[in-house]
């Protein structure tokens, strides 16, 4: 696949469709896939962490999550053909594998969080939901985890612990791992469970979610500033980095 570099983490050049369709040969395959989908704060962690960004690029599949992703594309004369996050493709792709032997396994969320979500994709997509776990754990509990996932017989992973957290444990856990996709989805779940409303249809397609996550939750303020200066890190430095 086609990829752009931004500031040295290797964004697939896929759009939604695509995206779900290579999520479906993973899962005829014989490993666990990886599959990130890093907004511009992810990014920005990767530029200045070597190892988080060495870790973002052994995925199988980095899609762009974030208007900033896309524009930063632009700047780069390499664009992605849109934003492809990571809610909208678990969306179609719970479609695709709808009333077939897939099986979804859910991990992360407060207690009680996984579950309602479980119910919802189950009643609104018809996907089996092979067993779910809540995202609060000691790390010594993590291979009882893996255990758990793997004995469940699922094949789908989403991993649901926020960014970094859970792009590093699937990158600590894919080779013990059985299923043959692993996904990050941060706070999807939450939205599937109907506990977070997600960004109505105008903020989403104008590029706006950022800003109305920003007027629901003030808190995340600071973070935001990670926004403008992933801006101004792509137009100083993103051009030294060679675009495939």
Excluded at 13 to 29: Q, R, Y
Excluded at 208 to 231: I, Q, V
Aim: aromatic content about 8%; charged content about 30%.
């Amino acid at each position: 696949m086609d990829k752009v570099n931004i500031l040295g983490v290797k964004v697939d050049k896929v759009g939604i469709d695509d995206a779900v369709e290579k999520i479906l040969t993973f899962l005829s395959g014989d490993k666990c896939a990886k599959i990130y989908t890093p907004n511009s704060e992810i990014i920005m962690l990767g530029y200045q962490d070597s190892d988080f960004l060495e870790l973002l690029n052994r995925a199988e599949l980095l899609t762009a999550d974030g208007i900033g992703v896309v524009k930063a594309s632009d700047i780069l004369k390499n664009p992605v053909p849109e934003r492809a996050a990571g809610y909208d493709i678990a969306c179609k792709l719970l479609k695709k594998i709808a009333d077939t032997e897939h099986k979804l396994f859910l991990f992360g969320g407060k207690p009680g969080v996984a579950e309602k979500a479980a119910e919802k994709i189950k009643d609104t997509y018809g996907v089996t939901i092979a067993g779910t776990r809540n995202g609060y754990f000691k790390p010594e509990e993590t291979d009882s985890i893996v255990a758990q996932i793997n004995e469940s017989g699922a094949d789908l992973l989403f991993v649901c612990l926020g960014a970094p957290k859970q792009e590093k444990w699937i990158d600590d856990n894919s080779r013990k791992l059985n299923v043959k996709a692993a996904m990050g989805v941060g706070g999807s779940l939450d939205v599937f469970a109907g506990t977070v409303e997600r960004a109505p249809e105008f903020y989403c397609n104008h590029g706006l979610e950022w800003f109305y996550r920003l007027m629901k939750e003030p808190w995340r303020a600071k973070r935001m500033l990670a926004l403008p200066k992933f801006a101004i890190t792509v137009l100083v430095h993103g051009r030294k980095y060679k675009q495939e």
